[in-house]
């Protein structure tokens, strides 16, 4: 009973969380295929409260852009640890950019940017020992995660 319990979660965690095959961490490869001509729009406070409902889903977002994570609200953006203040894991968006672009993500003044990508869900669904393995935003944090296709100033 127990070894089918088990088989039973893993299966309900291969569903919930969408990985590439051979790759089980949140990654921006998981993008592929989303533009912005595909992309539905949505806020990103919505996508944060309610990751099961986006899981899979190529969207776009405006919002405040500061290094891993995409904002609702420039005052949430600028706040000082803003990755840090736990109230917010459920309004802001975590981000996996390809490394050219996280290489010129914003440090400390938050940008006004239009993001697609597609919703990776909540990283609470993804393994323990994968998130500990990660080095991006789900090895930090519990809430949704978002694999970039491409970030656009406003």
Not at 43 to 63: I, M, R, T, Y
Not at 109 to 124: D, F, K, S, W, Y
């Amino acid at each position: 009973m127990r070894r089918l319990m088990t088989a039973a979660v893993l299966a309900s965690l291969w569903t919930t969380t969408p990985v590439l095959a051979g790759d089980p961490a949140p990654s921006a490869a998981y993008a592929k295929g989303c533009t912005a001509k595909t992309a539905r729009a949505a806020e990103p406070a919505e996508v944060a409260a309610n990751p099961a409902e986006f899981v899979g889903k190529c969207v776009s977002l405006d919002g405040w852009w500061r290094d891993i994570a995409l904002y609702p609200s420039r005052a949430e953006a600028a706040q000082t640890d803003a990755l840090s203040i736990v109230i917010l894991d459920q309004r802001r968006v975590g981000l996996y950019l390809p490394k050219a672009q996280l290489d010129t993500a914003p440090q400390t003044a938050p940008r006004l940017v239009t993001i697609v990508g597609r919703v990776g869900g909540a990283c609470a669904t993804v393994a323990a020992e994968v998130r500990e393995k990660d080095e991006g935003y789900c090895h930090y944090k519990p809430g949704v995660w978002l694999a970039v296709a491409s970030v656009t100033p406003k």
